[in-house]
């Protein structure tokens, strides 16, 4: 049996507003919905996660999803909410950002064509590079009144501090956007965030009054942190879907590391597990909060779905590793990249690979005279004394001599001294 969509995200806490009509059309036929998504970067960051899960449990529904990405739009920027006008992108650097969003969403949405509702990716620019701006603003420009246009919030918020006629427009593009899918997919509804309610209602209007048609509006709220704090920054930035920008262990921490009270409304939002199974995880969680099942299961369900089951088995490891509970075996499974972000931050030496070749270079050497990782020879001899010094996560004495069969991918080693104290050798 097909899920009643709006119900499912009723619960989930993932309906902001929703315009009139929309649940009825839902219910009595396959609808098809689109959410926008502007290119301004080449991957797509957690903050987009609400649209796409939309995406996902509309098609899960029996209806279909469109994912609109802004070539057109994205060359103007949206000032919704926004303090300043963005950086404009050229048509190649937005062709490149599609291209990488497109594989992305492909994790989420199916686009399997023998289905009816099978996903399908579009791109505003492809009807608009043609369109001339004399024709735009006679056909469509005429239909929405300036005093309209300004009544909405987002364009209110910006009045203040200046908003350029570029931006202006905006939500008449996006609009269109919306009366091009109405006319060529048959498209009745568009979903987004809170603050897109202005600019999607821009589009309904537009079928109204262009072409005498009911169309709809669905919003969810914008997630922020339970502090009030904004929701996927971290120290470093946005945390992204793309490994190479954030990597799939710092992504599995980033839902490891959420305060209780957010990872209740998270794991609605961003994961799939069913309402009897989240349940029944909050009542594990609350008997026994310190083993944060709940942010575990959690960060599984996106790390998994966003990445692989591969990466989330290295980020658990990594984890492990850090927090002392790792084997030397266990390290050796991590790749290069999963290693230094792991330890990022971590004191890094240097040294040469000819110091490992043939009988290698004795540890004492290596920590206080090569990488100056210890005050004195002394001071290494007594910590290896004590037992505290692990290379590699294993113990050693002092006439322990490193070798490139010590490398971890082939370029790292580990030393550890006590619990805490983490340095790295980066062998160039």
Same mark, same amino acid.
């Given at each position: 049996m097909k899920i009643n969509f709006v119900e499912e995200l009723r619960w989930r806490g993932m309906i902001h507003d929703i315009m009139p009509g929309a649940e009825e059309q839902l219910n009595k036929e396959m609808t098809t919905a689109y959410v926008g998504i502007d290119p301004t970067a080449d991957s797509l960051h957690i903050g987009h996660l609400v649209s796409i899960m939309m995406l996902k449990?509309?098609?899960m529904a029996g209806h279909k999803p469109? *994912?609109?990405?802004?070539?057109?739009?994205?060359?103007?920027?949206d000032p919704s909410f926004k303090a300043a006008e963005r950086k404009l992108l050229t048509v190649e650097e937005i062709q490149h950002n599609v291209d990488c969003i497109r594989k992305q969403l492909e994790k989420f949405l199916s686009f399997d064509e023998k289905d009816a509702n099978a996903a399908e990716i579009l791109n505003n620019y492809d009807w608009m590079k043609d369109y001339l701006f004399l024709d735009f603003i006679r056909d469509v420009g005429k239909h929405?009144?300036?005093?309209?246009?300004?009544?909405?919030?987002?364009?209110?918020?910006r009045m203040e501090?200046?908003?350029? +006629? !570029?931006? +202006?427009?905006?939500?008449?593009?996006?609009g269109y956007d919306f009366l091009t899918l109405y =006319?060529?997919?048959?498209?009745?509804?568009?979903?987004?965030?809170?603050?897109q309610w202005g600019n999607i209602t821009t589009g309904t209007e537009l079928i109204r009054r262009m072409e005498g048609g009911e169309a709809y509006a669905l919003t969810c709220p914008l997630i922020t942190k339970a502090d009030g704090t904004k929701f996927g920054k971290t120290e470093g930035g946005n945390v992204w879907l793309d490994p190479e920008k954030t990597s799939p262990y710092k992504f599995y921490q980033f839902w490891l590391n959420c305060s209780d009270e957010d990872t209740s409304r998270y794991i609605r939002i961003f994961t799939l597990l069913p309402k009897q199974e989240i349940e029944r995880l909050e009542e594990e969680h609350k008997a026994?909060?310190?083993?944060?099942?709940?942010?575990?299961?959690? *960060?599984?369900?996106?790390?998994? =779905?966003?990445?692989?089951e591969k990466d989330y088995e290295a980020a658990v490891a990594a984890s492990e590793i850090l927090f002392g509970k790792g084997t030397t075996e266990m390290l050796q499974k991590l790749d290069?990249? !999963?290693?230094?972000?792991?330890? $990022?931050?971590?004191?890094?030496?240097?040294?040469? =690979?000819?110091?490992?070749?043939?009988?290698?270079?004795?540890?004492? $050497?290596?920590? *206080?005279?090569?990488?100056?990782?210890?005050a004195s020879k002394g001071e290494v001899k007594r910590a290896l004394k004590e037992?505290?010094?692990?290379?590699?996560?294993?113990?050693?004495?002092?006439?322990?001599?490193? !070798?490139?069969?010590?490398?971890?991918?082939?370029?790292?080693?580990?030393?550890?001294?006590?619990?805490k104290n983490y340095y790295l050798v980066e062998v160039k």
């Open positions: 449990h509309l098609q469109l *994912a609109v990405v802004g070539g057109a739009t994205g060359m103007i920027g929405i009144t300036v005093n309209y246009m300004m009544a909405k919030d987002s364009v209110k918020k501090t200046g908003i350029s +006629f !570029t931006e +202006f427009t905006y939500q008449l593009l996006q =006319r060529s997919k048959g498209c009745r509804l568009q979903m987004g965030g809170s603050d026994a909060p310190h083993l944060r099942i709940l942010q575990k299961a959690l *960060a599984k369900d996106i790390t998994i =779905r966003v990445h692989s290069k990249d !999963t290693l230094k972000s792991v330890f $990022e931050g971590v004191p890094t030496f240097e040294i040469s =690979r000819e110091l490992l070749k043939s009988d290698g270079i004795n540890i004492v $050497e290596l920590t *206080a005279a090569e990488t100056n990782m210890f037992n505290s010094i692990s290379l590699n996560k294993a113990k050693i004495s002092d006439t322990y001599q490193v !070798t490139e069969k010590d490398l971890l991918s082939d370029s790292i080693i580990l030393v550890q001294k006590g619990k």
